[in-house]
Protein backbone atom coordinates (compact mmCIF):
# COMPACT_ATOMS: atom_id res chain seq x y z
CA UNK A 1 0.00 0.00 0.00
CA UNK A 2 1.48 3.44 -0.87
CA UNK A 3 2.40 6.06 1.65
CA UNK A 4 0.60 8.89 0.91
CA UNK A 5 -2.85 7.47 1.88
CA UNK A 6 -1.12 6.14 5.08
CA UNK A 7 -0.14 9.46 6.21
CA UNK A 8 -3.07 11.44 4.94
CA UNK A 9 -5.59 9.18 6.61
CA UNK A 10 -3.65 9.36 9.64
CA UNK A 11 -2.67 13.12 10.06
CA UNK A 12 -6.54 13.88 9.55
CA UNK A 13 -7.91 11.91 11.83
CA UNK A 14 -5.37 12.85 14.69
CA UNK A 15 -6.00 16.53 13.75
CA UNK A 16 -9.77 16.05 14.19
CA UNK A 17 -8.82 14.26 17.24
CA UNK A 18 -6.90 17.46 18.35
CA UNK A 19 -9.41 20.28 17.62
CA UNK A 20 -12.36 18.05 19.68
CA UNK A 21 -9.81 18.23 22.44
CA UNK A 22 -8.77 21.54 22.65
CA UNK A 23 -12.34 22.78 21.68
CA UNK A 24 -14.02 20.56 24.62
CA UNK A 25 -10.81 21.08 26.99
CA UNK A 26 -13.17 23.94 29.43
CA UNK A 27 -16.16 22.29 29.27
CA UNK A 28 -17.03 20.26 32.70
CA UNK A 29 -17.30 16.45 31.51
CA UNK A 30 -18.07 15.73 35.59
CA UNK A 31 -21.01 17.30 35.29
CA UNK A 32 -24.42 15.78 34.01
CA UNK A 33 -25.10 18.91 31.20
CA UNK A 34 -21.80 18.99 30.23
CA UNK A 35 -20.89 15.36 29.63
CA UNK A 36 -24.48 14.50 28.15
CA UNK A 37 -25.87 17.87 26.56
CA UNK A 38 -22.25 19.49 26.08
CA UNK A 39 -23.16 22.41 28.56
CA UNK A 40 -25.86 23.51 26.24
CA UNK A 41 -23.21 25.80 24.19
CA UNK A 42 -23.78 24.05 20.62
CA UNK A 43 -24.24 26.58 17.93
CA UNK A 44 -26.14 25.66 14.73
CA UNK A 45 -23.12 25.23 12.50
CA UNK A 46 -22.07 22.80 15.15
CA UNK A 47 -25.37 21.22 15.29
CA UNK A 48 -25.79 20.98 11.64
CA UNK A 49 -22.54 19.22 11.52
CA UNK A 50 -23.28 17.05 13.91
CA UNK A 51 -27.03 15.81 12.72
CA UNK A 52 -25.46 15.13 9.57
CA UNK A 53 -22.37 12.76 10.89
CA UNK A 54 -24.87 11.18 12.74
CA UNK A 55 -27.43 10.18 10.38
CA UNK A 56 -24.82 10.01 7.23
CA UNK A 57 -22.40 7.36 7.76
CA UNK A 58 -20.81 3.72 6.37
CA UNK A 59 -24.19 2.51 6.34
CA UNK A 60 -25.92 5.51 4.14
CA UNK A 61 -23.27 5.59 1.74
CA UNK A 62 -22.04 2.34 1.23
CA UNK A 63 -25.96 0.52 2.20
CA UNK A 64 -27.76 3.25 0.24
CA UNK A 65 -25.66 3.14 -3.08
CA UNK A 66 -25.92 -0.57 -2.08
CA UNK A 67 -29.22 -0.17 -3.03
CA UNK A 68 -29.14 2.61 -6.35
CA UNK A 69 -26.68 0.56 -7.47
CA UNK A 70 -29.90 -2.33 -8.52
CA UNK A 71 -32.65 -0.05 -8.21
CA UNK A 72 -31.78 3.58 -9.01
CA UNK A 73 -32.72 6.41 -8.13
CA UNK A 74 -35.60 5.69 -6.19
CA UNK A 75 -33.98 4.83 -3.32
CA UNK A 76 -33.22 8.84 -2.89
CA UNK A 77 -36.67 8.74 -0.64
CA UNK A 78 -35.08 7.89 2.28
CA UNK A 79 -32.75 11.30 2.47
CA UNK A 80 -34.66 13.54 0.72
CA UNK A 81 -38.06 13.09 2.47
CA UNK A 82 -35.84 13.16 5.78
CA UNK A 83 -35.28 16.98 4.82
CA UNK A 84 -39.40 17.88 5.36
CA UNK A 85 -39.46 15.37 8.72
CA UNK A 86 -36.25 17.53 10.01
CA UNK A 87 -38.74 20.93 9.23
CA UNK A 88 -41.37 19.66 10.93
CA UNK A 89 -39.40 18.54 14.22
CA UNK A 90 -37.53 21.99 14.20
CA UNK A 91 -40.78 24.16 13.36
CA UNK A 92 -43.13 22.48 15.64
CA UNK A 93 -41.82 19.77 18.50
CA UNK A 94 -38.24 21.41 19.13
CA UNK A 95 -40.14 24.27 20.95
CA UNK A 96 -42.10 21.48 23.02
CA UNK A 97 -39.35 19.95 23.86
CA UNK A 98 -37.11 22.68 24.59
CA UNK A 99 -39.87 24.77 26.67
CA UNK A 100 -39.56 21.75 28.93
CA UNK A 101 -36.42 21.40 29.30
CA UNK A 102 -36.03 18.03 28.81
CA UNK A 103 -32.81 15.52 28.53
CA UNK A 104 -34.32 12.70 27.11
CA UNK A 105 -36.90 11.67 25.07
CA UNK A 106 -38.04 9.46 27.44
CA UNK A 107 -37.89 12.16 29.94
CA UNK A 108 -41.00 13.69 28.48
CA UNK A 109 -42.50 10.38 28.24
CA UNK A 110 -41.99 9.93 32.15
CA UNK A 111 -43.54 13.67 32.28
CA UNK A 112 -46.74 12.97 30.48
CA UNK A 113 -47.76 9.45 31.41
CA UNK A 114 -45.52 7.98 33.91
CA UNK A 115 -42.25 6.22 34.84
CA UNK A 116 -42.79 2.63 34.34
CA UNK A 117 -44.27 3.47 29.89
CA UNK A 118 -40.47 5.54 30.24
CA UNK A 119 -38.40 2.70 31.33
CA UNK A 120 -39.80 0.33 28.52
CA UNK A 121 -39.21 3.03 25.99
CA UNK A 122 -35.90 3.26 27.05
CA UNK A 123 -35.72 -0.23 26.94
CA UNK A 124 -36.64 -0.48 23.52
CA UNK A 125 -34.15 2.33 22.45
CA UNK A 126 -31.16 0.67 23.86
CA UNK A 127 -32.40 -2.42 22.61
CA UNK A 128 -32.74 -1.16 19.10
CA UNK A 129 -29.26 0.30 19.42
CA UNK A 130 -27.37 -2.86 20.33
CA UNK A 131 -29.18 -5.15 18.41
CA UNK A 132 -29.97 -3.46 15.06
CA UNK A 133 -27.96 -0.08 14.36
CA UNK A 134 -24.61 -0.22 16.35
CA UNK A 135 -23.85 -3.10 14.25
CA UNK A 136 -24.97 -1.94 10.75
CA UNK A 137 -22.79 0.87 11.68
CA UNK A 138 -20.03 -0.89 12.69
CA UNK A 139 -20.59 -3.81 9.85
CA UNK A 140 -20.58 -1.56 7.07
CA UNK A 141 -17.74 0.93 8.17
CA UNK A 142 -15.29 -2.42 8.17
CA UNK A 143 -17.18 -3.56 4.78
CA UNK A 144 -16.43 -0.26 3.21
CA UNK A 145 -12.27 -0.62 4.10
CA UNK A 146 -12.10 -4.15 3.79
CA UNK A 147 -13.00 -3.53 0.06
CA UNK A 148 -11.84 -0.22 -0.83
CA UNK A 149 -8.15 -1.34 0.53
CA UNK A 150 -7.88 -4.97 -0.09
CA UNK A 151 -7.58 -5.33 2.99
CA UNK A 152 -8.16 -9.41 3.17
CA UNK A 153 -5.10 -9.33 0.99
CA UNK A 154 -2.66 -7.06 2.34
CA UNK A 155 -2.99 -8.76 5.99
CA UNK A 156 -3.15 -12.25 4.85
CA UNK A 157 -5.95 -13.06 6.39
CA UNK A 158 -10.15 -14.15 4.89
CA UNK A 159 -12.55 -11.85 4.59
CA UNK A 160 -14.73 -12.73 7.64
CA UNK A 161 -11.54 -12.74 9.83
CA UNK A 162 -11.03 -8.92 8.25
CA UNK A 163 -14.49 -7.82 9.19
CA UNK A 164 -13.71 -8.66 12.78
CA UNK A 165 -10.57 -6.99 13.04
CA UNK A 166 -12.29 -3.77 11.41
CA UNK A 167 -15.11 -4.00 13.55
CA UNK A 168 -13.27 -4.08 16.91
CA UNK A 169 -10.71 -1.33 15.98
CA UNK A 170 -13.79 1.08 14.70
CA UNK A 171 -15.19 0.12 17.69
CA UNK A 172 -12.62 0.36 20.52
CA UNK A 173 -11.75 3.95 19.06
CA UNK A 174 -15.58 5.24 19.16
CA UNK A 175 -15.50 3.84 22.34
CA UNK A 176 -11.95 6.24 23.76
CA UNK A 177 -13.84 8.69 21.83
CA UNK A 178 -17.31 8.31 23.48
CA UNK A 179 -16.69 7.52 26.73
CA UNK A 180 -13.85 9.75 27.83
CA UNK A 181 -15.10 12.49 25.08
CA UNK A 182 -18.68 13.51 25.79
CA UNK A 183 -20.94 14.99 23.74
CA UNK A 184 -19.25 18.15 23.14
CA UNK A 185 -16.14 16.22 21.73
CA UNK A 186 -18.56 14.14 19.42
CA UNK A 187 -20.50 17.43 17.74
CA UNK A 188 -17.46 19.19 17.20
CA UNK A 189 -15.62 16.29 15.42
CA UNK A 190 -18.68 15.20 13.87
CA UNK A 191 -18.66 19.21 12.51
CA UNK A 192 -14.98 18.58 11.18
CA UNK A 193 -15.68 15.26 9.60
CA UNK A 194 -18.95 16.52 7.80
CA UNK A 195 -17.11 18.93 6.17
CA UNK A 196 -14.69 16.31 5.13
CA UNK A 197 -17.10 14.07 3.87
CA UNK A 198 -19.20 16.44 1.90
CA UNK A 199 -16.07 17.16 0.19
CA UNK A 200 -14.50 13.71 -0.29
CA UNK A 201 -18.18 12.24 -1.08
CA UNK A 202 -18.59 14.73 -4.21
CA UNK A 203 -15.56 13.97 -5.26
CA UNK A 204 -16.59 10.39 -5.64
CA UNK A 205 -19.59 11.03 -8.40
CA UNK A 206 -17.00 13.92 -9.66
CA UNK A 207 -14.09 11.39 -10.70
CA UNK A 208 -17.29 8.80 -11.84
CA UNK A 209 -18.82 11.42 -14.08
CA UNK A 210 -15.41 12.11 -15.84
CA UNK A 211 -14.47 8.20 -16.58
CA UNK A 212 -17.61 8.25 -17.82
CA UNK A 213 -17.82 11.04 -20.14
CA UNK A 214 -14.11 10.67 -21.08
CA UNK A 215 -12.87 13.88 -18.86
CA UNK A 216 -15.96 15.91 -19.43
CA UNK A 217 -18.45 15.70 -16.28
CA UNK A 218 -21.39 16.88 -18.98
CA UNK A 219 -20.68 14.70 -21.00
CA UNK A 220 -20.51 11.64 -18.07
CA UNK A 221 -23.87 12.70 -16.68
CA UNK A 222 -25.42 12.65 -20.50
CA UNK A 223 -24.08 8.93 -21.20
CA UNK A 224 -25.08 8.08 -17.57
CA UNK A 225 -28.90 9.24 -18.01
CA UNK A 226 -29.16 7.71 -21.78
CA UNK A 227 -27.64 4.70 -21.09
CA UNK A 228 -29.54 4.03 -18.06
CA UNK A 229 -32.78 5.45 -18.37
CA UNK A 230 -34.56 2.67 -16.02
CA UNK A 231 -32.17 3.97 -12.90
CA UNK A 232 -33.40 7.14 -12.61
CA UNK A 233 -37.45 6.38 -12.62
CA UNK A 234 -38.59 7.31 -9.35
CA UNK A 235 -41.38 5.37 -9.33
CA UNK A 236 -39.88 1.72 -9.50
CA UNK A 237 -41.21 -1.81 -10.65
CA UNK A 238 -43.71 -3.64 -8.44
CA UNK A 239 -41.04 -5.42 -6.89
CA UNK A 240 -39.17 -2.34 -5.44
CA UNK A 241 -37.55 -1.98 -1.80
CA UNK A 242 -39.50 1.26 -1.69
CA UNK A 243 -42.67 1.17 -3.97
CA UNK A 244 -44.18 4.53 -4.55
CA UNK A 245 -46.78 3.90 -2.43
CA UNK A 246 -45.29 3.68 0.61
CA UNK A 247 -43.88 7.45 0.62
CA UNK A 248 -47.26 8.28 1.52
CA UNK A 249 -47.87 5.49 3.81
CA UNK A 250 -44.91 4.33 6.41
CA UNK A 251 -41.78 6.41 4.67
CA UNK A 252 -43.00 9.34 6.34
CA UNK A 253 -43.87 7.87 9.78
CA UNK A 254 -40.26 6.59 9.84
CA UNK A 255 -38.53 9.55 9.23
CA UNK A 256 -40.72 11.52 11.79
CA UNK A 257 -39.56 8.84 14.07
CA UNK A 258 -35.82 9.08 12.88
CA UNK A 259 -35.83 12.98 13.04
CA UNK A 260 -38.17 13.85 15.67
CA UNK A 261 -38.21 11.46 18.31
CA UNK A 262 -34.97 9.78 18.41
CA UNK A 263 -32.71 10.28 21.53
CA UNK A 264 -29.80 9.89 19.15
CA UNK A 265 -30.34 12.82 16.74
CA UNK A 266 -32.27 15.01 19.22
CA UNK A 267 -29.86 14.82 21.59
CA UNK A 268 -27.07 17.21 19.44
CA UNK A 269 -30.39 19.85 19.33
CA UNK A 270 -31.28 19.51 23.07
CA UNK A 271 -27.40 21.07 23.39
CA UNK A 272 -28.22 23.94 21.53
CA UNK A 273 -27.23 27.39 23.27
CA UNK A 274 -31.24 28.04 22.89
CA UNK A 275 -33.81 26.97 20.69
CA UNK A 276 -33.25 29.72 17.94
CA UNK A 277 -29.41 28.26 17.36
CA UNK A 278 -31.16 24.37 17.38
CA UNK A 279 -33.97 25.29 14.78
CA UNK A 280 -31.63 26.84 12.74
CA UNK A 281 -29.00 23.98 13.19
CA UNK A 282 -31.99 21.52 12.24
CA UNK A 283 -33.16 23.59 9.01
CA UNK A 284 -29.39 23.60 8.13
CA UNK A 285 -28.88 20.02 7.57
CA UNK A 286 -31.95 19.60 6.56
CA UNK A 287 -31.27 21.76 3.33
CA UNK A 288 -27.86 19.66 3.32
CA UNK A 289 -29.59 16.67 3.41
CA UNK A 290 -31.72 17.18 0.40
CA UNK A 291 -28.59 17.50 -1.55
CA UNK A 292 -27.36 14.27 0.16
CA UNK A 293 -28.41 11.85 -2.78
CA UNK A 294 -25.70 13.16 -4.92
CA UNK A 295 -23.30 11.47 -2.27
CA UNK A 296 -25.59 8.30 -1.39
CA UNK A 297 -27.52 7.65 -4.42
CA UNK A 298 -25.89 9.02 -7.59
CA UNK A 299 -22.77 6.88 -7.37
CA UNK A 300 -24.39 3.74 -6.88
CA UNK A 301 -25.53 4.13 -10.75
CA UNK A 302 -22.21 5.22 -11.61
CA UNK A 303 -20.96 2.03 -10.32
CA UNK A 304 -23.62 0.04 -12.03
CA UNK A 305 -22.96 1.98 -15.43
CA UNK A 306 -19.37 1.63 -15.17
CA UNK A 307 -19.61 -2.51 -13.37
CA UNK A 308 -22.05 -3.91 -16.40
CA UNK A 309 -24.29 -4.20 -13.15
CA UNK A 310 -21.78 -7.36 -12.77
CA UNK A 311 -20.75 -7.66 -8.74
CA UNK A 312 -21.53 -10.16 -6.61
CA UNK A 313 -22.92 -8.34 -3.65
CA UNK A 314 -23.79 -4.53 -3.70
CA UNK A 315 -23.54 -3.65 -1.06
CA UNK A 316 -19.17 -3.87 -2.39
CA UNK A 317 -20.34 -0.93 -4.94
CA UNK A 318 -19.60 2.08 -3.36
CA UNK A 319 -16.26 0.76 -1.96
CA UNK A 320 -15.51 -0.72 -5.31
CA UNK A 321 -16.00 2.43 -6.97
CA UNK A 322 -13.83 4.36 -4.91
CA UNK A 323 -11.04 2.10 -5.65
CA UNK A 324 -11.89 2.66 -8.87
CA UNK A 325 -11.88 6.20 -10.03
CA UNK A 326 -10.48 8.28 -6.86
CA UNK A 327 -6.57 9.31 -7.15
CA UNK A 328 -4.57 7.60 -4.48
CA UNK A 329 -3.34 11.28 -3.34
CA UNK A 330 -7.31 11.46 -2.32
CA UNK A 331 -7.83 7.80 -0.79
CA UNK A 332 -5.87 8.81 2.69
CA UNK A 333 -8.27 11.73 3.27
CA UNK A 334 -11.33 10.19 2.19
CA UNK A 335 -10.54 7.17 4.14
CA UNK A 336 -10.15 9.28 7.01
CA UNK A 337 -13.46 11.07 6.38
CA UNK A 338 -15.18 7.87 6.20
CA UNK A 339 -13.60 6.50 9.39
CA UNK A 340 -14.64 9.86 10.87
CA UNK A 341 -18.51 9.30 9.89
CA UNK A 342 -18.24 5.89 11.01
CA UNK A 343 -16.68 6.72 14.41
CA UNK A 344 -19.79 9.70 14.20
CA UNK A 345 -22.38 7.52 14.45
CA UNK A 346 -21.42 5.08 16.53
CA UNK A 347 -20.62 7.98 19.42
CA UNK A 348 -23.37 9.41 19.25
CA UNK A 349 -25.25 6.54 19.94
CA UNK A 350 -22.88 5.32 22.45
CA UNK A 351 -22.81 9.00 23.70
CA UNK A 352 -27.16 9.11 23.65
CA UNK A 353 -27.38 5.11 25.27
CA UNK A 354 -25.31 6.10 28.34
CA UNK A 355 -27.23 9.60 28.51
CA UNK A 356 -30.50 7.34 28.14
CA UNK A 357 -29.47 4.67 31.37
CA UNK A 358 -27.76 7.44 33.12
CA UNK A 359 -30.86 9.78 33.81
CA UNK A 360 -33.76 7.01 32.37
CA UNK A 361 -32.45 3.98 34.32
CA UNK A 362 -29.94 4.42 36.58
CA UNK A 363 -31.10 6.94 38.61
CA UNK A 364 -34.58 5.80 38.80
CA UNK A 365 -34.27 1.76 39.71
CA UNK A 366 -30.53 1.41 40.53
CA UNK A 367 -29.44 4.76 42.71
CA UNK A 368 -32.48 7.57 43.27
CA UNK A 369 -29.82 9.79 45.17
CA UNK A 370 -27.14 9.33 43.01
CA UNK A 371 -25.13 12.64 42.44
CA UNK A 372 -24.03 14.00 38.39
CA UNK A 373 -21.46 12.54 38.66
CA UNK A 374 -21.87 9.01 39.62
CA UNK A 375 -24.91 9.43 36.89
CA UNK A 376 -21.73 9.90 34.37
CA UNK A 377 -20.40 7.35 35.75
CA UNK A 378 -22.60 4.62 35.65
CA UNK A 379 -23.63 5.75 32.11
CA UNK A 380 -19.97 5.54 30.59
CA UNK A 381 -19.85 1.88 31.72
CA UNK A 382 -23.43 1.48 30.39
CA UNK A 383 -21.87 2.71 27.10
CA UNK A 384 -18.46 0.62 27.15
CA UNK A 385 -20.73 -2.39 27.53
CA UNK A 386 -23.07 -1.49 24.72
CA UNK A 387 -20.03 -0.80 22.62
CA UNK A 388 -18.62 -4.50 23.68
CA UNK A 389 -21.98 -5.81 22.65
CA UNK A 390 -22.31 -4.25 19.50
CA UNK A 391 -19.08 -5.34 18.15
CA UNK A 392 -20.18 -8.64 19.15
CA UNK A 393 -23.23 -8.32 16.90
CA UNK A 394 -21.68 -6.48 13.98
CA UNK A 395 -19.97 -9.34 12.13
CA UNK A 396 -22.84 -11.74 12.24
CA UNK A 397 -25.27 -8.82 9.82
CA UNK A 398 -22.74 -10.24 7.06
CA UNK A 399 -25.79 -11.98 5.00
CA UNK A 400 -28.36 -9.49 6.04
CA UNK A 401 -31.89 -10.41 3.10
CA UNK A 402 -31.77 -7.85 -0.05
CA UNK A 403 -28.59 -5.62 1.05
CA UNK A 404 -27.85 -4.18 4.32
CA UNK A 405 -29.90 -0.95 3.99
CA UNK A 406 -32.94 -2.74 2.99
CA UNK A 407 -32.68 -4.62 6.52
CA UNK A 408 -31.78 -2.28 8.70
CA UNK A 409 -34.77 -0.23 7.74
CA UNK A 410 -37.34 -2.98 8.39
CA UNK A 411 -35.61 -4.44 11.44
CA UNK A 412 -36.18 -0.99 12.66
CA UNK A 413 -39.54 -1.09 12.82
CA UNK A 414 -40.16 -3.03 15.71
CA UNK A 415 -39.33 -0.16 18.05
CA UNK A 416 -39.56 3.22 15.75
CA UNK A 417 -43.50 2.98 15.20
CA UNK A 418 -44.41 2.01 18.89
CA UNK A 419 -41.86 5.10 20.17
CA UNK A 420 -43.71 7.11 17.64
CA UNK A 421 -47.19 5.92 18.15
CA UNK A 422 -46.40 7.13 21.98
CA UNK A 423 -44.96 9.85 21.44
CA UNK A 424 -47.83 11.64 19.01
CA UNK A 425 -50.28 10.30 21.55
CA UNK A 426 -48.60 12.34 24.45
CA UNK A 427 -48.05 15.49 22.40
CA UNK A 428 -51.75 15.58 20.86
CA UNK A 429 -54.26 14.49 23.60
CA UNK A 430 -54.20 15.23 27.27
CA UNK A 431 -56.34 12.72 28.91
CA UNK A 432 -55.16 9.62 27.49
CA UNK A 433 -53.30 7.39 30.74
CA UNK A 434 -50.24 5.50 31.31
CA UNK A 435 -51.88 2.21 30.54
CA UNK A 436 -52.73 3.19 26.98
CA UNK A 437 -48.79 4.05 26.14
CA UNK A 438 -47.67 0.45 27.96
CA UNK A 439 -50.39 -1.54 25.62
CA UNK A 440 -49.65 0.82 22.24
CA UNK A 441 -45.59 -0.03 22.94
CA UNK A 442 -46.10 -3.67 23.76
CA UNK A 443 -49.22 -4.24 20.92
CA UNK A 444 -46.84 -2.48 18.47
CA UNK A 445 -43.95 -4.77 19.18
CA UNK A 446 -46.11 -7.54 19.39
CA UNK A 447 -47.90 -7.56 16.69
CA UNK A 448 -45.23 -5.81 14.15
CA UNK A 449 -42.84 -8.52 14.89
CA UNK A 450 -45.50 -11.49 14.14
CA UNK A 451 -46.28 -9.42 11.00
CA UNK A 452 -42.26 -9.70 9.44
CA UNK A 453 -41.53 -12.90 11.14
CA UNK A 454 -44.20 -14.86 11.14
CA UNK A 455 -46.93 -14.15 8.75
CA UNK A 456 -44.84 -12.72 6.16
CA UNK A 457 -42.41 -15.65 5.76
CA UNK A 458 -45.26 -18.29 5.52
CA UNK A 459 -47.36 -16.06 3.06
CA UNK A 460 -44.25 -15.77 0.38
CA UNK A 461 -43.27 -19.16 1.28
CA UNK A 462 -46.93 -20.05 0.08
CA UNK A 463 -46.75 -18.17 -3.03
CA UNK A 464 -43.22 -19.38 -3.89
CA UNK A 465 -44.07 -22.76 -3.64
CA UNK A 466 -47.55 -22.28 -6.17
CA UNK A 467 -44.82 -20.84 -8.13
CA UNK A 468 -42.67 -23.58 -8.22
CA UNK A 469 -45.81 -25.65 -9.04
CA UNK A 470 -46.44 -23.62 -12.02
CA UNK A 471 -43.03 -24.19 -13.04
CA UNK A 472 -41.94 -20.28 -12.99
CA UNK A 473 -38.21 -20.12 -13.15
CA UNK A 474 -37.83 -15.94 -14.11
CA UNK A 475 -35.69 -14.61 -11.17
CA UNK A 476 -37.67 -11.26 -12.58
CA UNK A 477 -40.74 -12.74 -11.65
CA UNK A 478 -40.23 -14.05 -8.79
CA UNK A 479 -38.97 -11.54 -6.99
CA UNK A 480 -42.70 -9.75 -8.41
CA UNK A 481 -44.68 -12.96 -7.03
CA UNK A 482 -42.60 -12.47 -3.78
CA UNK A 483 -42.82 -8.30 -3.15
CA UNK A 484 -46.81 -9.47 -3.84
CA UNK A 485 -47.63 -12.18 -1.53
CA UNK A 486 -47.20 -9.67 1.29
CA UNK A 487 -47.75 -5.78 2.16
CA UNK A 488 -44.31 -3.85 2.37
CA UNK A 489 -42.91 -3.13 5.48
CA UNK A 490 -43.56 0.78 4.77
CA UNK A 491 -47.51 -0.29 4.90
CA UNK A 492 -47.72 -2.57 7.10
CA UNK A 493 -46.01 0.45 9.61
CA UNK A 494 -48.46 2.74 8.57
CA UNK A 495 -51.53 0.09 9.05
CA UNK A 496 -50.33 -0.61 12.74
CA UNK A 497 -49.80 3.23 13.66
CA UNK A 498 -53.03 3.43 12.72
CA UNK A 499 -54.52 0.94 15.03
CA UNK A 500 -51.96 1.48 18.01
CA UNK A 501 -53.37 4.95 18.08
CA UNK A 502 -56.82 3.63 17.99
CA UNK A 503 -56.26 1.31 20.66
CA UNK A 504 -54.81 4.19 22.71
CA UNK A 505 -57.56 6.43 22.21
CA UNK A 506 -60.07 4.26 22.94
CA UNK A 507 -58.72 3.44 25.96
CA UNK A 508 -57.96 6.50 26.82
CA UNK A 509 -61.90 7.09 25.66
CA UNK A 510 -63.06 4.86 28.42
CA UNK A 511 -60.57 5.08 31.01
CA UNK A 512 -59.01 8.72 30.92
CA UNK A 513 -56.77 10.59 33.36
CA UNK A 514 -58.50 12.31 35.96
CA UNK A 515 -56.47 15.63 35.30
CA UNK A 516 -55.85 16.54 32.06
CA UNK A 517 -51.65 17.02 31.32
CA UNK A 518 -49.93 20.46 31.80
CA UNK A 519 -47.04 20.18 30.49
CA UNK A 520 -43.63 21.08 32.00
CA UNK A 521 -41.90 24.37 31.72
CA UNK A 522 -39.16 25.67 32.54
CA UNK A 523 -36.48 28.70 32.15
CA UNK A 524 -33.66 26.93 31.89
CA UNK A 525 -33.41 27.55 28.19
CA UNK A 526 -33.89 30.54 26.20
CA UNK A 527 -36.99 29.36 23.89
CA UNK A 528 -37.39 32.46 21.91
CA UNK A 529 -37.87 30.80 18.11
CA UNK A 530 -35.79 32.18 14.75
CA UNK A 531 -38.30 34.23 12.91
CA UNK A 532 -37.13 33.12 9.56
CA UNK A 533 -37.75 29.27 10.85
CA UNK A 534 -41.07 28.98 8.81
CA UNK A 535 -40.13 30.42 5.72
CA UNK A 536 -37.08 28.60 5.25
CA UNK A 537 -38.92 25.57 6.19
CA UNK A 538 -41.25 26.24 3.57
CA UNK A 539 -38.77 26.90 0.87
CA UNK A 540 -36.48 23.12 1.53
CA UNK A 541 -40.11 21.59 1.40
CA UNK A 542 -40.88 23.05 -2.30
CA UNK A 543 -37.52 22.12 -3.35
CA UNK A 544 -38.06 18.54 -2.10
CA UNK A 545 -41.24 18.02 -3.62
CA UNK A 546 -39.97 19.71 -6.88
CA UNK A 547 -37.51 17.02 -7.04
CA UNK A 548 -40.42 13.88 -7.63
CA UNK A 549 -41.89 16.03 -10.28
CA UNK A 550 -38.26 16.13 -12.05
CA UNK A 551 -37.75 12.88 -12.18
Not at 41 to 70: C, D, K, P
Not at 286 to 293: D, G, N, R, S, W
Amino acid sequence: MDLLPIVSFVGFTLLVAVIAWYATRKTNEKSADGYFLGGRSLGAITIAGSLLLTNLSAEQIVGLNGQAFTEGVLVMAWETLAAIAMIVTAVFLLPRYMRGGITTIPQFVEDRFDHQTKAILTTLFLSGYVVVILPSVLYSGSLAFSTMFNLPEVLGMTHNTTIWVCVWSIGIIGIIYAIFGGLKAVAVSDLINAIGLLIGGLLIPVFGLLLIGDGSISAGISTLWESNPDKFNVKGDVDASIPFGTIFTGMMLVQMFYWGTNQAILQRVFGAKNLKEGQKGMILAALVKFLIPIIVVLPGIIAWHIFNGDLSNPDQAYPQLVRTVLPAAFMGFFAAVLFGAVLSSFNSLLNSSATLFGFDLYQQYFKKSASEKEIVRAGKIFGLVLGILGMCVAPLIANAPKGLFAWLQEANGCYSIPILTVIVIGFFTKKVPAIAAKVGVISGVVLYSISQFALKPHFVAKALDKAKLDNITDAKLLSVIEAEAYPHFLHVMAILFVLNIGIMLLIGYFNPRKEAYKPMTTDQVNITPWKYALLTGGLITVLVLSTYFIF
